[in-house]
C-alpha cells in the first residue's frame, strides 16, 4: 500500500514525494510482467493528501 499525505511520508516512511510514485511504478511492472493477475492499488491516507500531488500520482505511467 503506497502513502499519500506528505505528513505519513516524512513522518512514517522517510521519504521524498517522488519515491512512492517510483516505489508503486515498479511494483506495478514487476506484477504485470510476472503474473496472469489484476492489479489494484490502495494509496494510504490519500483524503488528506495533496490533490495535485495525487493527480500526479494517477498521471503517472
Known amino acids: 500500500m503506497a502513502t ?3 505528513i ?3 513522518n512514517k516512511r ?3 514525494r ?3 510514485i517510483d516505489e508503486m511504478m515498479d ?3 514487476f506484477v504485470y ?4 493477475c ?3 492499488v490502495g494509496i494510504e491516507n490519500a483524503s488528506r493528501a495533496n490533490y495535485d500531488f495525487m493527480k500526479e ?3 503517472s505511467q
Open 4 to 6: 499519500g499525505s506528505d
Open 8 to 10: 505519513r511520508l516524512r
Open 14 to 16: 522517510n521519504i521524498t
Open 18 to 20: 517522488t519515491q512512492p
Open 27 to 29: 511494483t506495478v511492472r
Open 33 to 36: 510482467q510476472n503474473s496472469n
Open 38 to 40: 489484476r492489479i489494484s
Open 57 to 59: 500520482w494517477l498521471m
